[in-house]
């Protein structure tokens, strides 16, 4: 072993680490803010994180959006850590949901234009719409006999 193969081992790298970033995503949260103050908090917070591209913060529909490569759940921790209770957003536009007015998925305090993000307000896969098995002109063409 030479003075050069001995200073390649040296100088060798030998991290293990992973680098693997996380994706690219974004992720909404409930948050009750107040006023500005709470606002401001939750912002520094949020935007202090590794990976974090945005950050926008709509007070009035209690709302932290957040874009970059970040973990869901490492953003629910901070914003918790300011003091607030959070969540992850549960709420889908009111035009996305198939029954908008299935049980659960109404909610008072959604805000304007907003229902809950129950399975019941979005259509099954694969079921069968059994109002095409039958006619009122043709008496025949019931085709469950």
Request: net charge negative.
């Given at each position: 072993m030479g003075f050069v193969d001995h200073m390649s081992d040296v100088c060798a790298v030998t991290s293990t680490r992973n680098s693997i970033r996380n994706p690219m995503q974004t992720v909404e949260?409930?948050?009750?803010?107040?006023?500005?103050g709470c606002e401001r908090r939750v912002r520094n917070a949020v935007?202090?994180?590794?990976?974090?591209?945005?950050?926008?913060v709509k007070r009035k529909e209690s709302r932290v959006r957040v874009s970059g490569y970040v973990e869901p759940n490492k953003v629910l921790?901070?914003?918790?850590?300011t003091g607030k209770k959070a969540e992850f957003w549960p709420y889908?536009?009111?035009?996305?949901?198939?029954?908008?007015?299935a049980p659960?998925?109404?909610d008072k305090k959604a805000p304007s234009g907003y229902v809950r993000n129950v399975p019941e307000?979005?259509?099954?896969?694969?079921?069968?719409?059994?109002?095409?098995?039958?006619?009122?002109?043709?008496?025949?063409?019931?085709?469950i006999m």
């Open positions: 949260i409930k948050v009750k803010m107040d006023c500005e935007s202090s994180i590794k990976g974090v591209k945005s950050v926008e921790n901070r914003v918790r850590s889908v536009h009111y035009n996305l949901a198939y029954y908008p007015y659960q998925a109404y307000a979005f259509p099954i896969p694969n079921a069968h719409d059994y109002t095409t098995l039958f006619s009122d002109e043709d008496v025949n063409a019931c085709s």
